[in-house]
């Protein structure tokens, strides 16, 4: 029913993407050799036979059939986002909770019907974007009180629909992913430039819904900078905002929808600030012997008003990872970009500022896309792949990410190592490691990503240890008072030990208050954000998926 490329059920991306043979025995053979065994086990990815699904609970109504469908192929891919347990779980060949049905809608009145029945019927909705989850925030996993689940996939309202040139902004349908609104904004000279690794599957519905991070690293760092309006399908009708420049109108409802994952309706469109292609560039390479020192660096960066497109500082660890660095150094890709002016001479008063701090870098130029600074980016291109070869061999890795203010930051990081990496130790029974750098970086404070790694006991014990580690990582950064997501989102591996100890409980009753208004029956996403609060699925037993 797709209108794009097949996507992966078992891995990242599209069918054919991925590893070769020679990249795949390159990484076993490094891992193997990274906790001194021999070899390390290997499996193939699993095939559509293997994976057993109960039969669906539910039937569509006549009227809905030809939006809807039970495939099997369409509801293995439904059934998990991309996140490491969800991998581990594929491999396993364990889907315990598929969707019992995949709604591709083609208008708007078709999400509208479909939200309709499900809301009568009892069916719980699970909005489906570019299935790029990491954190489980499209596992339709929702307890015993719901009558089944629906899966639901906006792939087909995936246009640009209009363009305000005067302007500059686009309306654009909240299916449309990263590449197919960049196609048709590219023949007018615009661009949205918001790139989240996940931009090949990430729709602009999705990318609202999680209030993602984009390719900026300082300025417009998230989707919210580029909403303009919103419209929005919920169980009691369409919601859609004024479309402004800027408004002090009271709380805005752009604000409310952004974040809210799925768990009050469906974003069918939304008007988007779009900018012109950028046309000057110019980026460097810097070098510091101490992470802290390019910390300070960044620091200096984002106070100056000097706003770097790219600002990503790299620990010395993940460089030498990555075959960046082999020099036991800090790396910090910087870079400029502008549609209208030459942008050398803000590279310049940047390399003043960090070589105040140490910095060292070659005065020829030096791309972003050459030499180490290319070594980096094309691990990070790569990385999500990986763990197709990683997770049936036992190997844990998964990453977290979180903000927290410049004065607490030395602090916290150590605070975050200590208290991972023992863990890591603790649940595996040998040390791992442990790694950061900054993906975002504001004038108060970094965005640090930190990516863990461990040797675990095996396939079949390989869900127990990362829920172990990843409850260990959300209560450190809760507890040394960082946010439990940057721009992953909550889903529902951040909630546990992380967002509902970050927010104040005054908010969860507002929250709810608007769930109620919006989605009385709690039919949308449950048990992400916050639990259902009223009618039969109070205290329906959500399970934990971790």
Sequence with gaps: ???????????????????????????????????????????????????????????????LDALTTTDHYERVLHSFGRSLPDSIRLYQRNIAEPPDLVGYPRTEDDVVALLDWADGANVAVIPFGGGSSVCGGVEPDVGDSYKGTLSLDLLHLNQVLEIDHESRAARIQGGAKGPEFEA????????????????????????????????????????????????????????????LPGSGAGPSPDRLLLGSEGTLGIITEAWLRIQDRPTFRASKTVFFDDFYAGARAVRALSQAALFPSNCRLIDANEAAGSGASSAGEAM??????SADHPVEPKLARALELVADHGGRFQAEDQGHRDGAAGAWREAFIFAPYYREVMTPMGVIGDTFETAIPWSAFEDFHRGIN?????????????DGSLTCRFTHAYPDGPAPYFSFQGLGAGLDSSLEQWCELKL??????????GTITHHHAVGRDHRPRGYDRQRPNLFTKALAGAKAALDPNCVMNPGVLIDPTSGPHVGGALKDRS
């Design 1 to 63: 029913m797709g209108n794009d490329a097949r996507r992966k059920y078992w891995g990242w991306g599209y069918e054919g993407e991925g590893l070769n043979t020679d990249q795949s025995q390159a990484l076993s053979a490094s891992l193997a050799a990274r906790y001194g065994v021999d070899e390390l086990p290997r499996a193939e990815p699993p095939t559509l036979d293997q994976l057993r699904l109960r039969v669906p609970r539910i039937t569509a109504p006549a009227s």
């Design 184 to 243: 048709q904004l590219k023949p007018h000279g615009y661009t949205l430039r918001h790139f989240p690794q996940s931009f090949s599957m990430a729709s602009i519905g999705g990318m609202i819904a999680t209030r993602s991070g984009g390719h900026f690293a300082t300025l417009y760092t998230h989707i919210d900078d580029f909403v303009e309006s919103t419209r929005c399908v919920t169980p009691q009708g369409v919601m859609e905002s004024r479309r």
């Design 332 to 337: 910090l890709v910087l870079g400029f970009e």
């Design 418 to 430: 200590e208290r991972v990496t023992a863990a890591i130790r603790e649940v595996t029974g040998r």
């Design 472 to 481: 260990a990582a959300n209560e450190a950064v809760t507890n040394l008072g």
